[in-house]
Structure formats: structure tokens, C-alpha cells
């Protein structure tokens, strides 16, 4: 067994956050019988910490990670479609087509995640030809966002299955965060960095270049399908979503205690998160430390601050 400090994510940035759970997703996929742990560490600031059931360096778990992430790139193809706003009949199809699966069954069984991508995306209206209503995470809901939120997902996929090096995953995971990488149609917007609005900028940032950290983006998209879509109280909600103070919200909690796949998605729905003010005596028995919350904000494109702690 052997653990790593991932000092390149860190928990009040909601992108991190979702580039360790897509670690852990992915790598789970390398030990499903024995899957990896995750956790934080106790003290600001909470990094992600990675444990998992065998002894390797560095460059193996890179090696690995990367396989895996590779592997998943088919997952992000999504039928060829570029745009979230997706027809709820036509939706509907995909996701039955996703559960359904090839006939007769292959063992092993196919894997779960275009299904599970399609939950985290959205829920169809009750008029098939209106388009889905999106989850909060999607960042760029019509083409109106001048980016197209499925293409962005294929395309960090489908350059993370051609190259062959492990650089964007060991910056993103093993050092601080540098920017170096291309931000054009490779960014999701899950970074507070990637809020470009002009009122607060000392110049327009139209013609300025975007940059972003492509490996977290990688990771990031498959954390996303952690967070499935509902709707109540006629609005799609996920985990950890909802409305304080007039503003949509986003809450999460910090671990210390390493948990598996199912015990992190247990703690990723725990009512108490989307409290106004979460109970610490109700929550560090779980072996919750900390409680983040980023608000979202809607312009043309959605974008995230900064968590902020809540204890």
C-alpha cells in the first residue's frame, strides 16, 4: 500500500476537488477489488491524498492513471454531438441505449461511465422536443457560450488517449498549479482562474490567451459523472447543490479519514451539506473536517469562485 500527497489539488478549488474524485474514479477501474482511498489532509490547505493497495512510485501510478484515462476516451464521444442542449427525446435515447448496453452481455460488464456522464449532464423536459434541463456543472448550456461543453469534454479525452507522455497529469496532480497548457476549448470553466469577466479585469481579456491545466481538466471531466442530476422543486439539482442567499451554491466536504469509492459518494450526498450552516457535531463523526462552499455564478458561461470554509 503506498500513499501520495496530490500537493497540486487542493480543496477550495471546485476543479481540483473534481480532478481527485476522477483520480480515484479512474483508478478504481486499475483495482476493482481492492479500489484506492481517498482523503484530505486535517490542515488548511486541504490537499487531496491518495492511497492506494499496492507499492509503486511516482511514475508508475502516472503510468497507470494514464492508461486508465485513456482507455475511458470513447466514454466522451457522445454520438458525435458538440452541445449540452441536447432534445429530451433524443436524450432519453442515449441513456437507454447506455443502460441497455451490446446484446448478449460481454463479460466483463461494459463499463458504466457514458451512462454515467449522461445522469451527471442533465434530466429531460416533459415535451421531448425541448432541450434538458442541465446540471449546475455544465458550464456552457447553448451555444450562446461561444464553447461547446460535450466537444470540450471529447476533446481533453481524445488528447489525453493520443499522447503518450503523463506531463499535464503529473503538474496537475504533483506540483503547483502553472497554467501552461492551451486553455482554447480545453477548459470547462470549473476553475475560479477561468472567470474572465470584464468589470472586474484592468483590461478586456477578449483577445488575451487563455491558459488552463489540461490534466486537471481530464480528471475534472471524469469526477464530473459523480454528481448525477435530479430534478426537485422544478429546478435540476446534483449533490451538494443549492440556494443560499440568493445565489446557487456548491458544497462539498473534506475528509481526512481515507474512504473508497462508495463511502466518498455517500459523503458526497449527505443532506447536512446544503445546510445554510452545516453542524460540525453532526458531520466530524463521519470524518468530515471541513465543509467548502464555491457560489456559481450565470452570465453567457458559468463560472465558480473560490470555496470558502464553513466552520
Aim: glycine share 8%.
Amino acid at each position: 500500500m503506498t500513499e501520495f500527497e496530490l500537493t497540486g489539488l487542493e480543496g477550495d478549488n471546485l476543479l481540483a476537488v473534481l480532478a481527485a474524485l476522477g483520480t480515484l474514479a479512474a483508478l478504481e477501474e486499475a483495482w476493482p477489488d481492492a479500489p484506492p482511498r481517498l482523503s484530505w489532509t486535517a490542515e488548511p490547505p486541504h490537499r487531496a491524498v491518495l492511497t492506494v493497495p499496492a507499492d509503486l512510485g511516482r511514475d508508475a501510478l502516472l503510468d497507470r492513471l494514464h492508461e486508465r484515462l485513456a482507455a475511458q476516451a470513447p466514454a466522451f464521444a457522445f454520438g458525435g454531438r458538440e452541445r449540452a442542449d441536447i432534445p429530451s427525446a433524443e436524450f432519453a435515447a442515449l441513456l437507454t441505449e447506455a443502460a441497455a448496453g451490446p446484446d448478449p452481455l460481454p463479460d466483463p460488464l461494459p463499463n458504466p461511465l457514458p451512462g454515467r456522464l449522461l445522469a451527471a449532464l442533465g434530466c429531460e423536459a416533459a415535451d421531448g422536443e425541448e432541450p434538458i434541463g442541465h446540471s449546475p456543472l455544465v458550464t456552457m448550456p447553448s451555444a450562446a457560450s461561444q464553447q461547446f461543453f460535450l466537444k470540450v469534454m471529447a476533446t481533453l479525452a481524445a488528447d489525453m488517449a493520443a499522447d503518450t507522455g503523463r506531463e499535464p497529469l503529473e503538474r496537475a496532480l504533483f506540483h503547483p498549479w502553472d497554467y501552461a497548457d492551451d486553455g482554447r476549448n480545453r477548459t470547462l470553466r470549473w476553475d475560479p482562474a477561468d472567470d474572465r469577466a470584464h468589470a472586474l479585469r484592468w483590461r478586456e481579456p477578449t483577445n488575451d490567451p487563455i491558459r488552463s491545466m489540461a490534466g486537471a481538466n481530464r480528471l475534472a471531466s471524469t469526477g464530473f459523472a459523480w454528481f448525477p442530476a435530479a430534478r426537485s422543486g422544478g429546478r435540476v439539482r446534483i449533490p451538494g447543490h443549492a440556494r443560499q442567499e440568493g445565489a446557487d451554491t456548491l458544497s462539498w466536504p473534506l475528509w481526512h479519514a481515507p474512504a473508497g469509492p462508495a463511502a466518498v459518494r455517500a459523503l458526497l450526498c449527505l443532506p447536512e451539506l446544503t445546510q445554510e450552516r452545516p453542524r460540525p457535531d453532526r458531520l466530524r463523526p463521519r470524518g468530515v473536517v471541513q465543509v467548502m462552499r464555491a457560489r456559481r455564478h450565470q452570465g453567457r458561461q458559468v463560472s465558480f469562485s473560490v470555496a470558502e470554509p464553513l466552520w
